[in-house]
């Protein structure tokens, strides 16, 4: 068994409206920042897994994402993966 880690980043879909990274694109113009435009803001998750290979671990990884981590109606999400 290899033991890894996996970086996830869950963002909202690029057509729907981000509330939160609206609210932030207009504090930034307040901030003297205006040439900061279209923030989108989602969720980074690291979490460890032990697998018997790479591919294995992937599986996992994605079978978690899809299931509890991402609401795929509203979000997606990519990862990568490292072994330790």
Known sequence: MAKFIANI???P??????????AVTGSMKN???PEIENVRIG?????EIEAAD?????SKVDEACKKLLCN????GYEFTLTQI
């Open 31 to 33: 901030l003297g920042l």
């Open 72 to 75: 795929q109606i509203m979000e």
């Open 54 to 58: 790479e591919n294995t671990a992937k």
């Open 13 to 22: 879909l690029k057509a729907l409206l981000d509330p939160q990274g609206k």
């Open 43 to 47: 969720k980074h998750i690291t979490l």
């Open 9 to 11: 980043d869950v963002m």
